[in-house]
């Protein structure tokens, strides 16, 4: 109580009027949820609380109190132990674990590199405006639905069917394309299902896995990531390899994710379970009205290669965070000879 409720006063709610805020609220199974928020003395957001030592990694707490939300017919449900705040939508079609939507904290460990207004941001979509606008649906909509159909077109261009080739077939107009070679350039145009964990691209003349230690995956760094997290680091992803293809390669480290166009490193993004952490080789003295999710990383230890870093913790700053990606991008066309590494003492 000495850390939610004062959270929960700033974020609008009254947590002195019972018909607002309601302590040990009953659900219908018997048991009771430890905080319900209520709009017109209706629950709209269930919060159960944990003990602030606890790592909020526990499955069945997680499906305890989704469970009490999708019961009681409420969508919204946090778990918190007054520090960090996972945000389920109780309503996707999902386990329990995968309905995660995102994830904020108070730590200031789990905040580095984030500004003060992006963080009060993450928080701003659990206020009582906000949830009476609609916010969360809005963001879950894009969130999860953007998902689902990347899987779907996965599955559509790594096993086409009939109907799918036919129809391009016929839109080509070229009767001398043949199904395979349709087939056979939606793979290209599709060089993986999202949700298939990718190893590193060996570079020509580097030893296997074998001989040069644990070689990591796409599924290390979305390990238990909440599905906003996923989705930034999936448009991302896809962004920086269809800037060339046939040129840029991606490799996984521990730490984070490296791209390179040639030999050249232009971004390393780094997973965090409030956003990305992106690392450009860019100057930040040259950037010409840096946003505010942009610091100068030249003197202070980071994830990758770079001296400028972005927190991207929503669509709409990852569309505002392209124009700089291409920037660095561009940048590593003109370099005639590689810098590793580049002030980055962590590089994985």
């Known amino acids: 109580m000495i850390l939610i409720d004062p959270l929960l006063e700033a974020l609008g709610w009254d947590v002195r009027d019972p018909h607002e805020v309601q302590l040990e609220y009953a659900t219908i199974d018997g048991k009771s949820v430890d905080y319900a928020l209520k709009m017109n003395r209706k629950p709209v957001l269930f919060l159960e609380a944990k003990p602030i030592n606890d790592t909020l990694t526990d499955v069945r707490s997680t499906t305890q109190v989704v469970s ?14 007054g520090v960090t705040y996972k945000v389920y939508d109780s309503y996707e079609k999902a386990e329990a674990p995968d309905k995660l939507l995102f994830e904020v904290s108070i730590d200031p460990g789990d905040t580095e590199g984030m500004s003060t207004d992006q963080v009060a941001g993450l928080f701003e979509r659990l206020s009582r405006d906000a949830m009476a606008k609609g916010l969360l649906e809005v963001i879950a909509e894009g969130i999860f639905t953007s998902a689902k159909v990347r899987k779907a077109l996965a599955t559509l261009f790594i096993e086409p069917p009939g109907t799918l080739v036919r129809l391009i077939r016929s839109t080509i107009g070229d009767d001398t394309i043949q199904p395979k070679q349709i087939r056979a350039a939606l793979k290209r145009l599709w060089p993986h299902p999202p949700e ?14 074998s001989a040069r230690g644990k070689e990591y995956t796409q599924e290390h760094h979305i390990q238990d990531k909440p599905q906003e997290v996923i989705e930034l680091f999936r448009n991302l992803d896809s962004y920086c390899r269809e800037l060339d293809p046939p040129n840029v390669q991606t490799k996984y480290l521990k730490w984070y994710v490296r791209y390179t166009h040639g030999k050249h490193i232009f971004c390393c993004i780094h997973l965090k379970k409030s956003g990305l952490h992106v690392a450009l080789k860019l100057d930040y003295s040259d950037l010409e009205n840096p946003p505010e999710f942009a610091r100068d990383v030249s003197k202070v230890g980071h994830w990758g290669v770079g001296d400028v870093e972005l927190a991207i913790d929503s669509l709409g700053r990852l569309d505002d965070a392209k124009v700089l990606i291409l920037k660095s991008f561009e940048g590593s066309k003109l370099r005639l000879t590689d810098h590793l590494p580049m002030r980055a003492p962590y590089e994985g």
């Open 68 to 81: 009490y939300a999708a019961n009681a017919g409420v969508r919204w449900c946090t778990l918190t132990n």
């Open 196 to 209: 298939v964990p990718i190893t590193s691209v060996l570079q020509p003349g580097a030893k296997p896995a």
